[in-house]
């Protein structure tokens, strides 16, 4: 937050913005120097494609009793299922199998949004999202959620 407080400090007063790992509510230590913060991610529990999202937190809070403070949990768990899903695929645990397996992976539904490697050459297609900063409120706000089209084009 030491960033945001030092460009507001020297004077700049647009938007920032920033990726995922920073819609934490630490980002709210900063005060009114975290307004018009914008942070790209993987997940928002806020629009209609965030189910998968709000059942792993509700998944998440019954294990560790707190919500997880950011959506890199639940980027962990998306690469947990998708190594399972490309070793059913597979039929095996041997390393180029499931690797040749994952290449082959489609709308793997994932804790954030479905996953595809076909046809990406290793690059996954996912959403993204975007979140803003609601200072007042101490949270991110969702404002968007797409697929890239470079990645869509490559899945």
């Known amino acids: 937050m030491t960033l ?5 400090a020297a004077g700049f007063s647009g938007p ?4 995922d790992g920073q819609e934490g509510s630490e980002t709210f230590s900063a005060g009114t120097a ?16 965030g189910a998968s999202l709000r059942k792993f937190n509700e998944l998440y809070k019954t294990k560790y009793g707190e919500y997880p403070g950011t ?22 645990t041997d390393g180029v199998k499931v690797r040749d397996s994952l290449d082959q992976l489609k709308d793997v539904q994932g804790a954030t949004s479905k996953i595809t490697y076909q046809g990406g050459k290793g690059l996954p297609s ?12 101490k949270r991110f706000d ?11 084009q490559a899945g």
């Open 126 to 137: 996912r959403d993204v999202v975007i979140l803003k900063s609601n200072v007042p409120k």
């Open 71 to 92: 959506v890199l949990a639940a980027l962990g768990a998306d690469d947990a299922i998708v190594i399972a899903a490309a070793v059913t695929a597979a039929d095996s």
């Open 142 to 152: 969702f404002v968007k959620r797409f697929r890239p089209a470079s990645l869509q």
């Open 4 to 8: 945001l407080k030092n460009l507001r």
């Open 34 to 49: 975290a307004n018009d913060l914008y942070v790209s991610t993987y997940g928002s529990t806020d629009d209609a494609q």
């Open 16 to 19: 920032v913005v920033t990726a």
